[in-house]
């Protein structure tokens, strides 16, 4: 009785929230084990600032030459893998259920390896965050849900007025124009005084980055006092990926 129950209540789920990979269409679940292996790994051979392809692990002439605030970039996967499709679903297609299967993709090697003190999201303009019910901060939430030994604060940066999404700028000088003056340290709410960031190792959290909105975030920090700053995103787009 119990287990004929439990059937059809598995069945009637799966009707209501039917499983199949975002990517592929599998059916089982929302991102299939086939889908994850074949997505690709940001490779060690990358600029250890913005990921730009390089012949051995290093930096760029490109952040050598603009002197870059950020000082590493993690990231766990390429954007255009199936990786990248889950995020896109995951944000445009509202599909919450992958916020956990995300979180857990999620490599926490490089904030471990950081030695950052506080781990800070990078904040979404609130009118996103109404318009879309999606906020990246659900990443963070599971990355902090983990227990890694660190202090994840969020309201550190806010937003200082909303942007195109960095992904759908067309050159890298769109983005830059587009980010000056986006973020500011948070002041006057409880736990995000400008003092929170003096001095500290502080690694950003997001879900895609093509690094143009890490580098603002972090001159911004850096300006406030922070002593380091990294970002650690799930997916990486280099900017010589866009065309
Ligand atoms: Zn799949
Ligand atoms: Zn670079």
Redesign the pocket.
């Known amino acids: 009785m119990i287990a004929s129950f439990k059937g059809f209540a598995s069945y009637a789920l799966n009707l209501a929230f039917p499983s199949s990979?975002v990517?592929?269409g599998?059916e089982g679940e929302l991102?299939?084990h086939?889908?994850i292996a074949e997505s690709t790994a940001v490779p060690a051979n990358v600029c250890r600032k913005c990921a730009e392809s390089l012949t051995k692990a290093g930096t760029c002439a490109r952040c050598i030459a603009e002197r870059s605030s950020l000082d590493r970039l993690y990231g766990s996967y390429m954007y255009d893998s199936?990786v990248g499709s889950a995020i896109k679903a995951f944000k445009f297609d509202d599909i919450r259920a992958l916020g956990p299967v995300l979180g857990s993709l999620f490599n926490t090697e490089g904030l471990l390896r950081s030695e950052a003190d506080l781990v800070v999201p990078v904040p979404l303009h609130s009118s996103r965050v109404r318009s879309r019910g999606y906020n990246q901060s659900e990443l963070f939430r599971q990355l902090s849900a983990r227990r890694l030994g660190v202090d994840f604060l969020s309201g550190v940066l806010i937003r200082a007025h909303s942007t195109v999404p960095q992904t759908e700028q067309p050159t890298a000088v769109a983005r830059q124009r587009s980010l000056a003056g986006a973020f500011e340290v948070g002041s006057g709410k409880p736990g995000s005084a400008a003092g929170d960031v003096v001095g500290r190792w502080i690694l950003l959290v997001d879900d895609v980055t093509t690094g143009s909105t890490a580098k603002s975030c972090a001159s911004v920090l850096k300006s406030a006092g922070a002593d380091w700053v990294g970002v650690a995103a799930l997916a990486v787009q280099p900017i010589g990926g866009f065309k």
């Open positions: 990979c990517h592929c599998r991102l299939c086939t889908c199936p």
